[in-house]
């Protein structure tokens, strides 16, 4: 079955989707059999990949999500398309109504069979939730790992030690993700907000422009030019594989936390 990771933010728009596009191109292949990952526009506001390249959404989320509760929903790749980034996706629609019905039939069940796939299907799975909501409670209990994303100053860090503080229950398997510059290390980050681990993630402008869709082309992954995002995405990526990201009780506690912070 895939392994699915989930990748949000509590406050503010730090950077989730391009974080998301970075990690599927970073991601090492050779780890799935050669599978290409698929990211899954899965907030409740949706619309950000189909604007920024320019592309219908359709086949998309709302294909997903409309065919879970059927006995063979099919698979995940029906909906996908292939970004001018060189990254797989299924895209969303703008507008929170259809787009939350989306999310929340993605977690029940039938959604989660399709995310997954059968137990020959490879390749893995990141789950774009935006900034999180009691609609994503789900998905994101659900995942293997998440990936909380956040910029670095001293406002942006509050806002998750006020909202999110607990997601440190989920031990390991919580990874903060803090872009751009901080004025702290991260090990004073890890101490003062309680959680083990921090990655800090470079202000890349080029290659924040190539993933946003503002400047054309593709990043390279590894050699002299590799963009400093995705060489230190691709270091994330290997510490996620190396970890394993795969406790059930993790998700469980992660979804208790959302649901006790209520956050919205």
């Known amino acids: 079955m895939r392994r699915m990771i989930a990748l949000g933010s509590v406050a503010g728009a730090p950077g989730v989707t391009t ?11 050779r780890t799935d059999g050669g599978v290409r990952p698929v990211v899954v526009e899965a907030g409740v506001w949706g619309g950000d990949l189909a604007a920024r390249f320019g592309l219908p959404h359709s086949p998309g989320l709302l294909d997903v999500a409309a065919v879970v509760g059927q006995p063979q929903p099919g ?50 799975v990141f789950l774009d939730l935006g900034r999180l909501t009691s609609e994503t409670q789900k998905l ?10 956040a910029r670095g100053g001293a406002d942006a860090l509050a806002h998750v030690y006020a909202q999110a503080s607990g997601l ?3 031990g390991g ?14 090990s004073e980050v890890s101490a003062a907000l309680g959680v083990e681990s921090v990655v800090r ?51 469980e506690v992660l979804a208790d936390v959302l649901r006790e912070r209520n956050i919205r």
């Open 19 to 29: 974080t998301a596009l970075a990690l599927a191109t970073a991601w090492p292949q």
């Open 75 to 124: 698979s995940l790749l029906g909906a996908v398309r292939e970004l001018p980034v060189g990254v797989r996706a299924v895209l969303a629609p703008s507008g929170r109504a259809p787009c939350t019905e989306a999310v929340r039939l993605l977690g029940e069940d039938g959604g989660m069979r399709v995310l997954r796939g059968e137990g020959n299907d490879y390749g893995s």
């Open 140 to 149: 994101a209990g659900a995942a293997d790992g998440v990936l909380l994303v």
């Open 168 to 170: 440190a229950q989920a």
């Open 173 to 186: 398997r919580m990874t903060l993700c803090v872009v751009g510059e901080c004025p702290y290390a991260p």
């Open 201 to 251: 993630l470079p202000w890349d402008a080029k290659g924040a422009d190539v993933l946003g869709g503002r400047r054309h082309g593709q990043l390279q992954v590894e050699g002299f030019r590799t963009s400093p995002l995705l060489r230190t995405v691709r270091q994330l990526a290997g510490r996620l594989i190396e970890a394993g990201q795969g406790d059930p009780s993790c998700a």
